[in-house]
Nanobody
Framework: HVQLVESGGGSAQAGGSLRLSCGYT?????MGWFREIPGKEREGVATSHRLSAATLYADSVKGRFTISRDDFESPLFLQMDKLEPDDTGMYYC??????????????????WGRGTQVTVS
């Protein structure tokens, strides 16, 4: 079992930046960030595959968000720049220890944090 804890959410002005962090109890093959707004399905924002080092981004955040982790044991980060009001939502860290592709579909991930709120105005 993997426990995930997000931090770093908050409020920002449009055009500003925030950095989210995800701490975890065990390293995972695939990790990612998802977001959810009321009334809409949880969507993938950015993911990272530990073995291939591949990253994947939703079209809406390409060029603005960066997912990273320094090594296999360090926290997972999401640097969010040029924030837009549409980025507002609850952001969740997700992980999968088994076989995974590192895609943007939530069904691929078994472990989830409780989320951190991001509000852009």
């Amino acid at each position: 079992h993997v426990q995930l804890v997000e931090s770093g959410g908050g409020s920002a002005q449009a055009g500003g930046s925030l950095r989210l962090s995800c701490g975890y109890t065990s390293s995972s093959v695939c990790m990612g960030w998802f977001r959810e707004i009321p009334g809409k399905e949880r969507e993938g924002v950015a993911t990272s595959h530990r073995l291939s080092a591949a990253t994947l981004y939703a079209d809406s955040v390409k060029g603005r968000f960066t997912i990273s982790r320094d090594d296999f044991e360090s926290p997972l980060f999401l640097q969010m720049d040029k924030l837009e009001p549409d980025d507002t939502g609850m952001y969740y860290c997700a992980a999968e220890r088994g076989w995974c592709l590192g895609g943007l579909k939530k069904l691929e991930y078994r472990y989830w944090g409780r989320g951190t709120q991001v509000t852009v105005s």
